[in-house]
């Protein structure tokens, strides 16, 4: 069975600093992955998403940014963390090819900037 | 005015209550998609909807294609169903999300 993980779990981090969340998918090959922002309040929102390594499409431009350095790793970066980037961070997977289009969803990191 | 809309934003009612959720949306779709978003953070796929009506237990998702709209039901609610319910709609290789619907079910 396929299992999506996300570290860390939860993270406090002050203004301006780096930022790298992880996302990890086992039991399948060649997924799409996504990663998501809830803001506080807010629905959620899509930042990236990947169809394969180093396939990268970008849906807010923003300071954060994201790679896919192996089939299933997909990480979310920033060089510098901004107060408006708290909230929590969603990753997702979802079947490439003859899929029924069902994204799932990992635990989440919660990420507040002070 | 938003693409994907849901209505109520919050709903309390009593355990064993019929409950319903619903989504209208404004462009066209490929597929919609009912998530469910536990107090935790972590959330579940329930349905992906592109036509007609599915069940799964106590849920059942219609779409009306036509209309535009989706609802979820929710039969003889407990207060384990309290919860975000999200709906979500693909168009064109993108996801749009509406802000959720807020569920508390009281004991």
């Known amino acids: 069975s396929q299992t999506i993980h996300q570290w860390p779990a939860t993270l406090v981090q002050p203004v301006g600093s780096p930022l790298s969340l992880e996302c990890t998918v086992e039991?399948?090959?060649?997924?799409?992955l996504y990663w998501y922002r809830q803001a506080a309040g807010r629905g959620l929102q899509l930042l990236f998403y990947?169809?394969?390594?180093?396939?990268i499409s970008s849906e807010v431009p923003q300071n954060l940014s994201a790679s896919r350095p192996q089939d299933r790793q997909f990480i979310l970066s920033s060089k510098k963390l901004l107060l408006s980037d708290s909230g929590f961070y969603l990753c997702?997977?979802?079947?490439?090819?003859?899929?029924?289009?069902?994204?799932?969803f990992g635990p989440g990191t919660r990420l507040t900037v002070l | 005015k938003n693409e994907v809309e849901q209505s109520p934003q919050n709903l309390t009612a009593q355990e064993g209550e019929f409950i319903t959720i619903n989504c209208s949306y404004s462009?066209?779709?490929?597929?919609l998609h009912w998530l469910q978003q536990h107090p935790g953070g972590g959330i579940v796929s329930l349905f992906m909807?592109?036509?007609g009506k599915k069940k799964h237990g106590r849920l059942i998702a219609t779409i009306n294609i036509q209309e535009k709209h989706s609802s979820l039901h929710i039969t003889a609610s407990h207060p384990r169903d309290s919860a975000v319910y999200i709906c979500?709609?693909?168009?064109?290789?993108?996801?749009?999300f509406g802000k959720g619907t807020r569920l508390h079910i009281l004991p």
């Open positions: 462009v066209g779709i490929s597929a």
């Open positions: 979500a709609v693909k168009r064109r290789g993108k996801i749009i």
């Open positions: 909807l592109s036509s």
């Open positions: 990947s169809v394969g390594i180093g396939q």
């Open positions: 997702a997977w979802s079947v490439r090819w003859g899929g029924t289009d069902t994204q799932y």
């Open positions: 039991g399948t090959s060649n997924p799409n």
